[in-house]
């Protein structure tokens, strides 16, 4: 069933509300836009769509996400935009250390910052070893080219997005050198984005040639940096944060990722990599904090499932909104 069809289950004052819909192996995803509704409207408003739409056969599971509306009218992020589009604004999200979380923040911050409004697309830039394909669930798609550009794929919550799982077969080992790299990099980001205000790329780990390329050809307005808690992952950040400084792009935060582990059996909370030591790392070198993502068994679960945290409701959903907000007042005091 397409968008059409899911929207014609709904009442008209529903339909009205939803900005994509979209049907995929018994799911379906449905963006919302929540403008003017209090929380209890917005529950009742997903209730309501999980109930009509749930009722379709076929239909085994319904997914809404709710935006809020900044921009009334506006089309939904990657839809065509003249030639004349203005380029996104790069946004790099970097660590020092492998494994911290880069892309599981990149996915849940771009559906986060949509639904704050923003018309987001996500480049995955690990070349190497690409996440954002099943985070963002479009494993398998394939980009079509324009000329001589690519046109990004779109994911099941509406983000277009590109990442080279999307180019090479799933499984095959890439063995380029850094130039090949960087040209393919390149072509991700050089792609056609049409209204897309932001791009957020998630980089590889480390500090080699491929984040080297990123810095020089492609300017990123700012980066933020992803540290887990303990002191040697801090150590890296900086390594990074020294990165990005050496190459002129601000630093627009830390994010400490993997703070604080809620026990899901008994409930304890305890800090396995400790706690606080980013947003004291951060003070002591005069970088804003943004934010704490706690280390959760849901979190890893629903970005391998595709079906990202930030997506939902409750605190871990919270805890991306909140960097999301804080990630859009530096976008809105740069216009300024
Ligand atoms: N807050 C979290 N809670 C639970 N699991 C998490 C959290 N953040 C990341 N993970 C999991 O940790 C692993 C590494 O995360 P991720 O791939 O996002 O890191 P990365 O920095 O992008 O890694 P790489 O350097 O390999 O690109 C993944 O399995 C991911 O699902
Ligand atoms: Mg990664």
């Not at 085994?60 to 089309?75: K, L, N, Q």
């Not at 911050?109 to 987001?120: D, I, N, T, Y």
Request: net charge negative; proline share 7%.
């Amino acid at each position: 069933m397409d968008q059409d069809g899911l929207k014609a289950r709904l009442p008209g004052s529903i339909a009205q509300r939803v900005q994509s819909a979209r049907m995929k192996d018994g799911v379906a995803t449905l963006v919302v836009g929540a403008d003017g509704l209090d929380a209890a409207g917005r529950q009742g408003l997903e209730a309501a769509i999980k109930d009509v739409i749930g009722g379709i056969e076929g239909v085994s599971e319904v997914r809404v996400a709710m935006m809020a509306d900044r921009a009334p009218g506006a089309e939904p992020a990657g839809s065509p935009a003249p030639e004349a589009a203005k380029k996104p604004i790069i946004i790099a999200v970097g660590s020092g250390k492998g494994g911290v979380g880069k892309s599981t923040l990149t996915g849940n911050l771009a559906v986060a910052l949509m639904r704050a409004g923003r018309k987001v697309g996500v480049v995955d830039a690990d070349i190497y070893g690409p996440s954002q394909p099943t985070i963002l669930a479009t494993k398998g798609e394939r980009p079509q080219a324009e000329g001589d550009k690519l046109v990004p794929v779109a994911s099941p919550l509406g983000i277009p997005m590109l990442s080279m799982g999307h180019l090479v077969e799933p499984g095959k080992a890439i063995a380029w050198r850094g130039p090949m790299a960087g040209n393919a990099l390149g072509q991700l980001i050089d792609a056609r984005w049409g209204d897309v205000e932001v791009l957020l790329v998630d980089l590889p780990p480390g500090t080699g040639d491929v984040q080297l390329t990123m810095l020089q050809r492609y300017k990123p307005a700012g980066a933020v940096i992803v540290s887990t808690p303990q002191d040697l992952a801090l150590i890296d950040a900086q390594r990074a944060a020294n990165l990005f400084e050496s190459g002129k792009v601000p630093i627009i935060g830390l994010v400490e990722n993997m703070a604080g582990y809620t026990c899901p059996h008994c409930g304890e909370t305890s800090d396995p990599f400790g706690r606080g030591g980013v947003e004291a790392a951060a003070e002591a070198t005069g970088i804003p904090f943004m934010g704490r993502i706690p280390l959760a068994l849901e979190i890893r679960q629903q970005a391998d499932a595709g079906t990202p945290t930030a997506a939902g409701e409750g605190p871990q959903a919270d805890a991306f909104a909140t960097i999301a907000a804080r990630l859009s007042d530096w976008l809105d005091g740069r216009a300024d």
